[in-house]
């Protein structure tokens, strides 16, 4: 299975909306997509797991939601914090694979 | 808190092995699957290789069959790779995550730096 993101860089200003898209080349039969969030220098941070529920002490500018092939994630209003590096992943079955990355830039 | 701390990195020649460890703080170790995951510098996240609960079930990326072997001690609090026959193409930061079944990773480590390199 594997996962495409799109766009490969979003440019945005704060308080802005944005939408990332990541599509998945089979059909998700459970609702194992997650999202991550990663910083220069840091780790990944789980943000939403199941498609569309939060990781503990996520605020709920973050959203998830899709179905089938195609799942969104959604920042409602970006702030600065938010701009960084996100991946999808689907955790069905191994091999667990991740998308290539949306990297949300300050526009 | 809870916390993953990875070691064992470091530089080795094309052909060697390195060993990882990720101890972890804060949770019951044997109440979870463990992965490890890796990233180039400016690349995106590879996922490597998953353990269960017990050891007694692991899965690796095509990648790093036959070559990495992941294994756990529960009463140690320590997961390990070991990484065997090296190449360029496994100069990564690797990070070990928490599973929070059923696959996806709600704890990682800093991330231990692998370089292979002559």
């Known amino acids: 299975n594997v996962l495409t993101q799109s766009p490969g860089t979003l440019s945005l200003s704060p308080g802005e909306r944005a939408t990332l898209s990541c599509r998945t080349s089979?059909?998700?039969?459970?609702?194992?997509l997650a999202w991550y969030q990663q910083k220069p220098g840091q780790a990944p941070r789980l943000l939403i797991y199941?498609?569309?529920n939060r990781a503990t002490g996520i605020p709920d500018r973050f959203s998830g939601s899709g179905s089938g092939t195609d799942f969104t994630l959604t920042i409602s209003r970006l702030e600065p914090e938010d701009f960084a590096l996100y991946y999808c992943?689907?955790?069905?079955?191994?091999?667990?694979?991740f998308g290539q990355g949306t990297r949300l830039e300050i526009k | 808190e809870l916390q993953l701390v990875e070691s064992g990195g470091g530089l080795v020649q094309p052909g060697g092995s390195l060993r990882l460890s990720c101890v972890v703080s804060?949770?019951?170790?044997?109440?979870?699957?463990m992965h490890w995951v890796r990233q180039v510098p400016g690349k995106g996240l590879v996922w490597v290789s998953r353990?269960?609960?017990?050891?007694?079930?692991?899965a690796y990326a095509d990648s790093v069959k036959g070559r990495f072997t992941m294994s756990r001690d529960n009463a140690r609090n320590t997961v390990h790779l070991q990484m065997n026959s090296l190449g360029a193409d496994d100069t990564a930061v690797y990070y070990c995550?928490?599973?929070?079944?059923?696959?996806?990773?709600?704890?990682w480590g800093k991330g231990a730096t692998v370089t292979v390199s002559s």
């Open positions: 995550a928490r599973d929070l079944a059923p696959g996806y990773m709600d704890v």
């Open positions: 804060g949770f019951t170790l044997s109440n979870y699957w």
């Open positions: 992943q689907q955790y069905a079955s191994s091999p667990y694979p």
């Open positions: 353990i269960n609960n017990d050891g007694s079930g692991t």
């Open positions: 089979q059909t998700l039969d459970k609702n194992f």
């Open positions: 199941a498609i569309s």
